[in-house]
């Protein structure tokens, strides 16, 4: 590939299944590490703080660091704040939005807050619903940090935090601005930490739908590895489904070192 200023690095089913590294996952880290090669951990999980994810990435033996980590609840954090210094808001979400909204600065209200923002709720309740979309409809602001329908679980799937955002939009006639993949604000969010412009980074992931799309839309170039949800067998069917062709397609994380010369 051309000269690589940062990498945007996919997390599920890039670097791990769920609590089981990929083979060649800290290899990879390591290798970039002594290239210096810039990089960022890139997630539309909501529910975990950067230390949450630093942390859950050192479980499986891949080096890590609270600040090498971007969600999607921080980028939807500042997207507010940028919007509205100081806003005040209402989470739908766990420990990673809360922590993400305090550190932007914006004030945590239970009624009239300027805007909703919603992420992953496992506590979301019918009230939870009437509130939420109570306050869209009287012109709260709608944010959603990923749209994600379904969740991997060890029982299988579970609704995501777009499944619980199309229950708020249903219900208030709405629709949200959303800020994870296959968006472009969490892509955009992420490369300005590594001081570069979306089409000065490579998004590498395993999603056609999400990653790769996210990428393709903030004009980055973009790197579709084998690994996890796209396979050979379905690449054709994800090619069609999603209108996007990755830049480059590797089978596994040895494939992508070399790629990337490191």
Known sequence: MDTI?????????????????IAGAEKLIEALRRAK????????NSSR??????????GMGIEARAEEVCTSS???????AGESPGASVAILGEEGLVQACEEAGLRLVTDHPQYVV???????????????????????????????????SDDGVMPGAGTIGAAIEAASGVRPV???KPETHLVTYAASLLGIKAEEAVMVGDNMRTDIAAGANAGCK????????TTQENLEHYRQLTGVK???????????????GV
């Open 222 to 229: 973009t790197v579709l590895v084998l690994t996890g949800l």
């Open 74 to 80: 921080l980028a939807a954090a500042r997207y507010i």
């Open 118 to 152: 919603q992420g992953i709720d496992r506590s979301f309740t019918y009230e939870s619903l009437a509130r939420a979309s109570r306050w869209i409809r009287e012109g709260a602001g709608f944010v959603l940090t990923n749209p994600d329908l379904m969740l991997p």
């Open 5 to 21: 200023k940062g990498l945007l690095i996919d997390l599920d089913g890039t670097l791990y299944h769920g609590g089981r590294k």
């Open 246 to 260: 990755p830049d480059e397609i590797c089978a596994d994380l040895a494939e992508l070192m070399t790629l990337l």
């Open 178 to 180: 959303v800020i994870g």
């Open 37 to 44: 090669l810039p990089f960022l951990f890139v997630t539309n």
């Open 49 to 58: 703080t950067p230390e949450g994810v630093a942390a859950h990435l050192r």
